[in-house]
Each structure stands twice: as structure tokens, then as C-alpha cells.
């Protein structure tokens, strides 16, 4: 699927249930709602919540993201990682290699930075089971063409306050001092 729109990004977000960053997020919101960006929903199923009409909505997996190499700007991943642990059908202690990296994660990470854009970004937060995939944090993204920010207890209102969550989200989600709480940026480079 081509996603691209004449002078606008182009935000996705995967699986993002029935909680869309844009219930969260008021930075990520008002550019959407202020014409300057584009916004889009994958997930495995169809969401109930009204906020993501038919055309915001693709259905469609990690595994396989619907979208064509090199047209994200930026894309937004809440809890995914962990969800994907605990699933039925997910090998909740993968053989990890030298690297740190599963193959099944290492394909999905591949698939991330397959659709992003060279510049774009992938913002991936954990806040409901962070502890069962701490090891987003350590390992290494060279080869998949990321750098990575890290932002956990110390500098997590920081990446909270660039983006606006919202107040409420925040006394809902997070209680300082973040215990185990974190979101990262990978930047394609």
C-alpha cells in the first residue's frame, strides 16, 4: 500500500487496539487534525472505538506491515512488543543469538525499518509488562540502520512533555518515579 501524501508525514501507528496515540498523544493529534500530517492504524483486528473510521484503518501485522519500503516518517508501536509476548502463538523465551536479537524479532525490526523513511522515526513504548522485553533497550540497531534514545525513569517527562500526553494518561499510566516504564526513539539514519 502506498501511503504517501504531496507535503504532509505520514505517522502510522501499529496496533494500537482500541487506544490510539492520538487518544494520548496531543502533539501527535494536533498535527493530524491540523492538516500537516497523515495518520494511520494497523492492526490485526478491526477496532471497536469510533476515533479510527474505515479510512484511518488497515488491517494487517508486524509480520507483514501493508506498506511499501521508505514511506513512513514516523511510526508508534505502544505496548506491541509485550502484547506479541504474551500472545498464545508468540515463544515467550526466544533463542536469542549473539546479537540479542530473536529471528522473529529481528524480522519485525527489519519490517519497521523497512517501511520508515531515511530521517523518520519509531517511537516503541512499554508501560503495561515493560520488564518481559527490557532487552528493546539493550540491544544494538546498526544493523537494521537505527540510533536509538532510551527514555526511562530520568529523562521519561521528557519525552512525555515533547509529545503532550495527555494529563489524565499520565496519572492513569505513569507514577514517578517510572519504575521500569520506558519509550525509545530510533531514528533511521
Known amino acids: 500500500m502506498n501511503c504517501e501524501y504531496s507535503g504532509k508525514k505520514v505517522i502510522v501507528e501499529i496496533g494500537p487496539g482500541d487506544a490510539p496515540v492520538l487518544d494520548s498523544f496531543r502533539e501527535v493529534t494536533s498535527r493530524v487534525a491540523g492538516g500537516t500530517a497523515k495518520y494511520l492504524a494497523i492492526d ?54 549473539q546479537s540479542g536479537i530473536s529471528s522473529q ?45 532510551v527514555f526511562t525513569d530520568v529523562n521519561l517527562a521528557e519525552f512525555l512533555k515533547k509529545y503532550q500526553m495527555i494529563p489524565e494518561r499520565v496519572s492513569l499510566f505513569f507514577k514517578p518515579p517510572y519504575p521500569d516504564t520506558f519509550f525509545m526513539t530510533l531514528t533511521k539514519v
Open 44 to 97: 490485526k483486528y478491526k477496532p471497536r472505538d469510533s476515533l479510527l473510521r474505515p479510512k484511518l484503518f488497515v488491517q494487517g501485522a508486524i509480520s507483514s506491515i501493508p506498506l511499501l519500503s521508505d514511506t513512513v516518517d514516523e511510526l508508534w508501536l505502544m505496548n506491541v512488543f509485550a502484547v506479541l509476548r504474551l500472545k498464545d502463538d508468540f515463544d515467550c523465551s526466544p533463542v536469542r543469538n
Open 105 to 149: 524479532d529481528r524480522h519485525y525490526l527489519g519490517e519497521l525499518a523497512r517501511v520508515t523513511k531515511l530521517g523518520g522515526i519509531i517511537n516503541i513504548g512499554e508501560y503495561y509488562n515493560p520488564d518481559i522485553v527490557k532487552w528493546l533497550m539493550e540491544i544494538d540497531y546498526k544493523d537494521f540502520a537505527l540510533e536509538k534514545t
